[in-house]
């Protein structure tokens, strides 16, 4: 269909950029954290992270910069190293404000717009899965011996990241759903907000002991 674009194969890459968008991870549960935490604005805003930190790396893929982290052992390390530390982070700041902070004023508690941007960004952007899937995913699907494959990988951005605004948007909704849900249901509020902590904590560790 897109081949005089110089993409190929474009329903294969359609499914597969479905599954890897809709598998479970940090991004993703960032994002449905803050629709549930702090609405459906503040949701998209972290939505914004995500897509701005796709697009970065897949210009990176493109001009060669995610191959060479890729194929650098010291620098994928680094990044895989400064990842897990940052979700660490996060994970025990959820845990620490849900059970040992006591309770504060809802407006000194809610974070501003930039600093929801600036998590989601960097949850992208140190994530060396999504390196791996820029580099090897990408490829398969663009025709190099078309002139002007920046425009292949143009195409192939522009479908992921729409299917990424509807499965995220399905998040936020999601969301704002079960927040007004849990808004009756403090225990289970509590319960909910450290299970995600402990999953920050997981997905920490096992990008720590991911291999190069």
């Known amino acids: 269909m897109l081949e005089s674009f110089g993409v190929l194969n474009l329903w294969t890459y359609l499914a597969g950029v479905i599954f890897i968008i809709v598998l479970p ?116 699907f663009i025709d190099f011996n078309y002139a002007h494959t920046g425009l292949s990988y143009t195409i192939l951005a522009l479908i992921l990241e729409s299917v990424s605004f509807i499965y995220m948007s399905t998040l936020i909704f999601a969301g704002s759903m079960l927040a007004h849900f849990f808004s009756h249901k403090k225990r289970l509020a509590k319960l909910g907000n450290g299970l995600i902590g402990l999953l920050f904590l997981g997905f920490a560790t096992r990008l720590a002991t991911l291999s190069s």
Request: hydrophobic letters at 50%.
């Open 25 to 140: 991870g940090p991004n993703t549960l960032f994002v449905l954290k803050t629709g549930i935490s702090r609405g459906i604005r503040a949701g998209y805003t972290a939505a914004l992270g995500v897509f701005i930190g796709d697009a970065i790396l897949i210009f990176c893929a493109y001009i060669g910069v995610a191959t060479l982290i890729r194929t650098t052992p010291l620098l994928f390390t680094l990044v895989r190293y400064l990842g897990a530390i940052y979700l660490l982070f996060l994970g025990v700041k959820i845990l620490y404000a849900n059970f040992v902070q006591k309770n504060l004023p809802e407006h000194q508690t809610l974070e501003d717009s930039h600093s929801i941007l600036r998590k989601s960004l960097t949850l992208s952007l140190t994530n060396p899965k999504a390196i791996l899937f820029y580099v090897s995913f990408f490829v398969q």
